[in-house]
């Protein structure tokens, strides 16, 4: 039998069946309200993204470990409602980890960095919640868009749609973080990323910023920020 608070834990999140059922029935809500994907595929680029972050800048195994389960659970809240989906995920959150016997001080860091993601009041405010906010709000690409009638996309959608490439990289000196985006101008113009990309953009800088880095957002081979 598993140790209590010994790690990884994070297996024991991610093959956890409500956990599974969580993931799967909010992104039939978002589908609905015509939200972009936030299942399986979101949360593996988000689990992935905060690892690369976390290892990249020689985070400690037991932390990184924890991040990635505040990864793979933070659009949890989505099932209650979209609005402040951050703060209901982390108490669901806190729920799931309290039943899998994550001591406190590990549930802690996991709901603090799930209920901080969000650009409405999110606030990157530990290095498991700035690299949570970086791996989330970079995770911009065509197949996030779960509309199938090119017609009836909105400007989420067109915006999603046209980033046919993204990549999120830590130069070797660890100063600066870029977001390099390739965006196709046949379904959106770049000034429409900003439209409904700045809070979070923003909200990407505070985070860096917080690592004690530069955030960089390159789309087409421009330095936007
Ligand atoms: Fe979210
Ligand atoms: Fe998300």
């Not at 953009?201 to 004690?212: G, I, P, S, T, Y």
């Amino acid at each position: 039998m598993e140790e209590k608070g010994r790690f990884p834990r994070f297996e024991s999140v991610r093959n956890d069946h409500a956990v599974t059922s969580y993931i799967t029935e909010q992104n039939n809500s978002m589908k609905a309200l015509h939200y972009t994907e936030h299942s399986f595929a979101h949360v593996g680029v988000v689990t992935e993204r905060t690892k690369y972050i976390l290892e990249t800048l020689g985070t400690d195994d037991h932390t990184i470990d924890l991040a990635l389960s505040a990864a793979w659970l933070h659009d949890i809240g989505n099932i209650v409602n979209r609005v402040d989906h951050s703060q209901t995920g982390a108490l669901m959150a806190f729920q799931i980890l309290n039943r899998l016997g994550f001591p406190a001080e590990d549930i802690a860091p996991i709901i603090c960095a799930i209920g901080n993601h969000d650009e409405g009041n999110g606030v990157p405010v530990s290095t498991l919640s700035a690299a949570l906010i970086l791996a989330d709000k970079s995770d911009v690409r065509r197949n996030r868009v779960q509309e199938e009638d090119v017609s009836r996309f909105d400007i989420h959608d067109r915006v999603n749609y046209s980033v046919t490439q993204t990549e999120l990289k830590i130069n070797q000196n660890h100063t600066i973080i870029k977001l390099k985006l390739s965006i196709d101008t046949k379904y959106c113009e770049i000034g429409e990323y900003f439209e409904i990309f700045m809070d979070r953009m923003l909200l990407c800088k505070r985070a860096a910023n917080f690592l004690q880095m530069e955030f960089n957002l390159i789309i087409n081979e421009h330095v936007l920020m």
